[in-house]
């Protein structure tokens, strides 16, 4: 939609009926696209755009694509296209990743299943031609008695069942080859199931804040990268695990370098849960428990505490109570706790009651799930330290202990094409951590920077079109001062390629603007 060419570039595929796509629309259409939605042809065939009459062919296509997640068009826009739902499903993003790593990992056995599929389009295609043929002869001779004297019928029924069998015969040989190497892909789909459930754990990151959003295509190449670069092994369960492990680890370092710190721990858990979930080792109930808490009205049981208020009590007895009603795996535990309130006391007395065991029986009939849930109850305030505890369980340590940010790495994953943004918070200022890392990278001398604002604009793509050419860095600050150029600046990122000098890099710095 940014594109200075739009307009031109519709009038040739309406006047010469070619297919047109614009990607990135927004869920307000331009107006000037208004006559084309609306078909607006008068009588003699011709479609006013914009100041020009031009003739409309029958054969042109308007498609439109957007990127917004859940886009919410006016019903006025609705009636006038055809709405279709692309965005990508759980199991469609499973056999994605699934054939990328065969791809990559097993490229022979990937040859032969598309030489295979091509082979039965192949097949169905003959086999739809001579029912055609057959179907043809026999509507050209109205009479049985033509039908029966027709040579040429004949011969085509003749040479059909022929090409009948052939096909068959090679439908069946296939069938069996490809039975064997679907086998062999199916044995690697836990990689591309556990990469399903990363994809979709880091779309949910747009929840908590709308700059957190990451491309399919950013964690295609990322997966890709674990499929080269993670441990081998002809075991093809050790194999597994080690992508598995490697991307998981992979994916939060590089999603690490984009959050807010607060939200660091919250990805982690996401993380967990998600992977969890998968593995079938996780209960909807609890983990809905866990985040709602109670809910309804309980009727209070007297204080039998001497360490806790009658406040306190309340809400401690009320979350004991629903948790023993709603979830199985805790039922009792609020009579447990009234019985042997003491032994609790020791855990709401203790500096780290995340590491406390529980009493009686409940420290090993419960999971490490389970004891954040009664934990929270007790002592919410430690809550943070369980949720560690949990993830380094089921993860591992890296996980609670983000990667320290490290901007060669982050330029190490750039490209000419892909530029590095600086989110500023209130009193950061990277300015200077990038002049030292220019300097370090001898490119102190072929760097230039602009503070955006009023009439910046102009002079940032003079700076950009200079060093696209001799290969310079180009800093952009302050990008949140000028959003209505901000268009131009994805336009003119778009039309980046790398055609250019390979040193070159556009830096920005922005606030997060909603």
């Known amino acids: 939609m940014s594109d200075s060419t739009l307009l031109r570039n519709l009038e040739i595929c309406i006047q010469h009926g070619k297919w047109c796509l614009i990607e990135n629309v927004g869920e307000d259409l331009d107006p000037a696209l208004e006559p084309i939605l609306l078909k607006q042809v008068d009588k003699s065939g011709m479609l006013r755009l914009g100041d020009k009459s031009i003739p409309w062919s029958k054969d042109f296509k308007f498609f439109m694509t957007t990127t917004i997640p859940n886009p919410h068009y006016a019903p006025e826009t ?43 389009a192949q097949s169905a295609r003959q086999l739809r031609d001579i029912e055609e043929a057959i179907l043809h002869g026999l509507t050209k001779n109205k009479q049985i008695s033509d039908i029966l004297n027709s040579d040429e019928l004949i011969n085509v029924l003749d040479e059909s069942k022929e090409v009948s069998d052939e096909i068959s015969g090679r ?26 459930i990363l994809f979709f ?49 992979s994916l939060y370092e590089n999603v690490c370098r984009s959050l807010f710190e607060a939200h660091k721990l919250l990805f982690s858990l996401t993380l967990t849960i998600k992977i969890l979930f998968g593995a079938e080792q996780m209960d909807a109930s609890e983990l809905r428990f866990f985040l709602a808490g109670p809910s309804g009205e309980v009727k209070i049981e007297p204080n039998p505490t001497l360490w806790l208020g009658d406040l306190e009590w309340a809400e401690t007895y009320k979350q004991l109570f629903k948790m023993s009603e709603l979830l199985p795996s805790l039922k009792g535990i609020d009579k447990f706790f009234i019985e042997n309130n003491k032994a609790f ?25 389970q ?19 949990f993830i380094m369980e089921h993860l591992g340590k890296a996980f609670v202990e983000p990667p320290l940010f490290s901007l060669s790495k982050s330029f190490k994953d750039s490209s000419i094409t892909t530029p590095l943004i600086f989110v500023l918070s209130a009193g950061s200022d990277p300015v200077e951590d990038f002049k030292r890392f220019a300097e370090e990278m001898n490119m102190s001398k072929k760097t230039q920077e602009i503070s955006l604002g009023r ?23 302050n990008c949140h001062l000028a959003v209505s150029w901000m268009p131009k600046l994805e336009q003119i990122v778009e039309n980046m390629d790398d055609t250019k000098h390979r040193d070159f890099r556009l830096w920005l710095t922005s606030m997060p603007n909603k």
């Open 345 to 369: 006391q020791e855990i709401y007395d203790s500096n780290e009651p995340h590491n406390m065991p529980l009493p009686g029986v409940w420290n090993e009939n419960v999971n490490s799930f």
């Open 78 to 120: 609705q009636v006038k296209v055809t709405v279709l739902n692309f965005a990508i499903t759980p199991y469609g993003l499973e056999e994605q990743m699934l054939n990328q790593f065969v791809s990559q990992e097993l490229p022979d056995l990937q040859k032969r299943k598309d030489q295979i599929v091509q082979l039965n």
């Open 455 to 477: 009439g910046q604009g102009v002079k940032a793509e003079v700076m950009i079109s200079d060093n696209l050419t001799r290969g310079g860095w180009v800093l952009l600050m």
């Open 371 to 389: 004891k954040m849930i009664i934990l929270k109850c007790i002592r919410p305030d430690k809550i943070t330290f369980s949720v560690k505890n």
């Open 171 to 196: 439908l069946a040989e296939s069938a069996i080859t490809e039975k064997e190497i679907d086998e062999k892909r199916e044995t690697f789909r836990p990689v591309a199931f556990r990469a399903s």
């Open 201 to 249: 754990a880091i779309v949910d990151l747009a929840v908590i804040d709308p700059m957190y959003q990451y491309s399919l295509q950013w964690f295609s190449n990322l997966f890709g990268g674990s499929v080269d670069n993670s441990g081998k092994s002809d075991n093809s369960q050790q194999r597994i695990k080690n992508l598995n492990d490697h991307f998981t680890l």
